[in-house]
């Protein structure tokens, strides 16, 4: 079946660590994106990407980084630079191109801080 | 700059009974797309229904109808019928101009009670 697949579920790390969430989706969809949700909160943007090759900083992406190599995937990184990175992070994708289509999402990674 | 506003943090609602989740937003775009997500326990985003800023008719899915009201500003999501199972959180979110992105709501966490 056509998806978002995040992984882990579930991750733990340490203070000052770098840290990478996969993405990947099989749906042929031109753009991605990674949101961050904090308890009681909406999502908010911290990167997408509409093509290969090329990313946009959303509202939040001090202490990411992303990249996009293959049309399928977008890693995301939290870095040691990101000050408070304990959160749920979601991957969404959509086909380019038209205002009026939703994004797809994945199950999330629990990201947490120990 | 975009934002969603839900004002209503949590509901509790009898089953079967219709419910209206309450959504306004701000833009200085005139063509703009609305989204309402549901967001169960297990947190993966589920998309209900679109509204184009230039649609006439509200849109409809199902249970789901949004009540459009431009001039106001107001994207309300109303559920027929409701079900134990639309227990969950209901997030509002919105793309507009050259924005890629959504900007989401904080949600309102509805509980339906048998």
């Known amino acids: 079946d056509g998806g978002i697949t995040q992984s882990p579920k579930y991750l733990f790390r340490k203070e000052g660590q770098n840290v990478t969430l996969s993405c990947e989706q099989n749906l042929n969809h031109d753009a991605m994106y990674w949101y961050r949700q904090d308890p009681g909160q909406g999502l908010r943007l911290i990167y997408y990407s509409q093509i290969v090759n090329d990313f946009q900083k959303g509202d939040i992406a001090e202490g990411y980084s992303v990249s996009r190599e293959k049309k399928e995937s977008f890693p995301l990184t939290v870095t040691s630079a990101q000050k408070n990175p304990t959160a749920f992070y979601l991957c969404?994708?959509?086909?380019?191109?038209?205002?009026?289509?939703?994004?797809?999402f994945g199950q999330g990674t629990r990201l947490t801080v120990v | 700059a975009q934002k969603i506003t839900q004002t209503q943090p949590g509901m509790f609602v009898q089953e079967k009974e219709a419910v209206t989740l309450d959504c306004t937003y701000d833009t200085s775009d005139q063509s703009y797309g609305l989204f309402w997500y549901k967001q169960p326990s297990s947190g993966e985003m589920i998309f209900l229904i679109y509204?184009?800023?230039?649609?006439?008719q509200n849109a409809t899915e199902g249970r789901y109808s949004l009540n459009f009201q431009k001039a106001r500003k107001s994207a309300n999501l109303v559920i027929s019928a409701s079900q134990l199972g639309d227990s969950a959180m209901y997030f509002c979110?919105?793309?507009?101009?050259?924005?890629?992105?959504?900007?989401f709501g904080k949600g309102t966490h509805l509980i339906i009670q048998p």
């Open positions: 969404a994708s959509r086909p380019s191109g038209r205002a009026n289509t939703e994004a797809f």
């Open positions: 979110a919105m793309r507009g101009g050259g924005a890629d992105g959504l900007t």
């Open positions: 509204q184009g800023s230039y649609d006439e």
